[in-house]
């Protein structure tokens, strides 16, 4: 405890947060408290120690190291005590009482972790001297700054992803719409930047998701709209001058400019690189971050945030493990490969050669299954040694760390034996490049014990012989305790007392004990040390000199051993280059061998790239083939045709299908075998997935406007070298408008942007454009049915999931509707109603919407929108997004669902609904038939789905039926 300051005691009168008089909404546990300010003059030296570091730190929640507690105090220490669930206390001084709330040292993470999920930084201020040599107040500091985007901590990070803080910069210049992006990981030290127009930049963002986000001066981020979770911070804005930013920038680079060539990218990455060192206490530079990197997203295959979501990359949407793309191809056998393989798929690569050099690597891996187990095995021995040697450098690694960096060095001379035979450019060079590091190696195994403590500071750490002086004290110490050891045999001898012993304990040290009954044989020189109920305690003069001497040459043997271990860390740390750069060749080798051995384990094969098209032999579905016992491989073949009509029932595979395509192009760009029978893939420049409303969250306008600006940003942005991928476009509005917008946008893919599309749709009207169009074709999803509809109630259905060429002649909607376990009576009576409308459309009988949707005037050939698109198309891109921008003026707008707009024209519900709907005037109906028919009117058809309106139906049919 710090005797230097004051009366405060951590006594605990039972008094809760709540019970403890809520403090003002407005005070903010960030920085100084009110109280304290008001007080200031008269504050004990340690309260306005705590103030000034408060000042100091005014976004954070300063925790304050007070002997093994981080406490914090008045407002801070009553939202510590919520939202810790800590007891509040509170300190009491001439001044006033303040709230007191503190957390054990020995265990913060766990607190820190709440604290941060709760939204707050917290700057933790540590004891920076010893407290009993201290003269007076202790001095501390705040050592460093946790927050979401700058945590180091590894029981914070997941050793499987990546945790970024990004800095957004805008160009200087009034027109200039130059925007920079930097990302920092602080826990490795990788560090990357950009610069491109707001859009794309905003895309990066969406890609990158860093956790925390610095804003620019004049970047004008509307941080709200991001579509992922990340804490705006507020750094100081003179950072992001170009005089300072560069200033900073040279400590990490000899010559800013010629790495960042960008003004504005150096503003960014020289603001972001000021606050991470902010966030680490402010010793300056961070000696790890060396390897500041500029990238050029264009050259990678573009995945936006959508794309990234709807693929289900790195997160599903069950949220299950093992249910993403990263998740099934990974095989990595260490964290720095899982690190990898996430930044590998996240930006697949465009240029033919390197993606071949990894296929190369990744064949010669699937041929030699017993190299590629063994190196598999052995890399499952190296630790995480980028954040391992990032703590070096911070100075913040242990005994521990250092002797798991030791084993790591040990694995890589039979790394480099078990692949001694490799042939593959890929694998030569990894091979060639892995730096044994023998130096550092031998350092750290003759100086560090084989199995330390976790404390570097109690001794045990420094092997026998690394350090004379050393040495020394500890053979002092040693002997000393031999001599005690074999002190109770000669005492015994001398006294003749049997039951004699010697012991020790903290506070009297070493002593001599003697029970009552003996007392009258102890020697003279014998001093009584202390009196127990049954015995006495002594020690002789000698005794209290070898004690002296024993824990003398400890303490100073402790406090060596410590002072070693850091020359020891500073001299590994020194290496850091080399380190850093062993881990990145360490981490491209183990995803090369999980790609080898996920080709090997689940038949996937070498694509052809560079194909002018995309032609798949029997392709799978990476993740869904996992979870099915039977998994069906589907041709996909757009040699002959770029854009693809898919039609096909409820669950009969078309979402899969679409998007094993597009995770067949991710996994080949990325360097990977594809889970197919054969594989022909051009290289792919974008990839766009739009998956329509309704299969979305909620329906609704609002949902609708975003699913129509994602589809303008299609139409702006794709190219003929584009994958597009669009699932049920056009549903979150009325049928007829959906039909519309469905086909104006296959159209306008066709002719004017070329990109290979899938386009899953259940409007049936659209196959008949793939008929018409000459680049387009029809798929569907075959089912098999058993029996007739008849009296045995209809035909069975059992999905395929067998992508055929033609469009599907059924949606099946009524027959999922009975797999779905919908009574018998409804789906009898929908079957009836499909049967209807089936009979009317062979009639001729046409419905309003279809005819409203589908002009027959049209001649082949001619699209009916094309002075809608050709206004599209001058309209500039799409201005949505994080960065604000008004609406898009091209988004088709929703149109007002009018009763006719709103009938539906595929063959199920839509009769069924229409058949429902009374004829002629309502006043003929009963009430309840009214009220049904009422109930029908004010359905949102459109936004209903299948299941939906059959339970629906089966609701009012049982109110007809009441
Ligand atoms: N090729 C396949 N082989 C085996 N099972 C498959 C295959 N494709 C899909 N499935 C299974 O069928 C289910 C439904 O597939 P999917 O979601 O692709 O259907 P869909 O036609 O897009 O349905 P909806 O039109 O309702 O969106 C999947 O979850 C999967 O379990």
Redesign the pocket.
Known sequence: MDDADGTETRADDGETPADAGASDEDLRPEGPPQKLRANREELTPMLSQYLDLCEAHPDAVVLFQVGDFYEAFCEAAEMVARVCEVTLTKREDSTGRYPMAGIPIDNAASYLESLLDAGYRVAIADQVEDAEEASGLVDRAVTNVVTPGTVVEDELLDAATATYVGAVARANEGSDDTYAFAALDVSTGECQVTSADRLRIAEELERLEPAELLVGPNAALDTESLQFEAMVTDHDPTAFDAESATETLSSYLANPEAVLSDPTERRACGALLDYAEYTQGDDGALDYVSRVRQYDPRRTLQLDATALRSLELFESRSHRSGDTLADAVDETACALGRRRLVSWLRRPLLDESEIERRHDAVEEWVERPMARETVRELLADVYDVERLIARVSRGRANARDLRSLKATLDVVPELKAAMSDVESDALVSLRDSLDELEDVRTLVGDAIRPDPPQEITEGGVICEGFDDELDELRATEREGREWVANLEERERERTGIDSLDVGYNQVHGYYIEVTNPNLDRVPDDYTRRQTLKNSERFYTPELKRREDEILGAAEKADALEYEVFCEVRDAVAEEADRVQSLADSLADLDVLTSFGAVAAGHDYVRPEMGAADVRIEGGR?PV?ER??D???P?EADFTDGRVAVIT??????????MRQVALTAVLAQAGSFVPADAAELPILDRVFTRVGAS?DIAGGQSTFMREMAELTDILHNATEDSLVLLD?VGRGTSTADGLAIARATTEFVHDEVGATTLF?T?YHDLTALAEELPNAFNLH?TVSKRGDGGDAGGPDVT?L?RVAEGASSSSYGVEVAKMAGVPDAVVERAREYVAEAERSAETGVESDAGSDAEPESRSPGESPNSAEREERATNGRAENGAFGGEPNESAPADGDPSADDDRPTDGTLAAYVDGLEPEGDDSEATPAERDVAEEIRELDIAGTTPLEALNTLNELKRKLDD
């Open positions: 579905h869904v979870a099915q039977e998994f069906v589907n096909g029932p409820n669950m009969s595979g078309k979402s899969t299908y299969d049920e899953a259940h999803f999905f999931h």
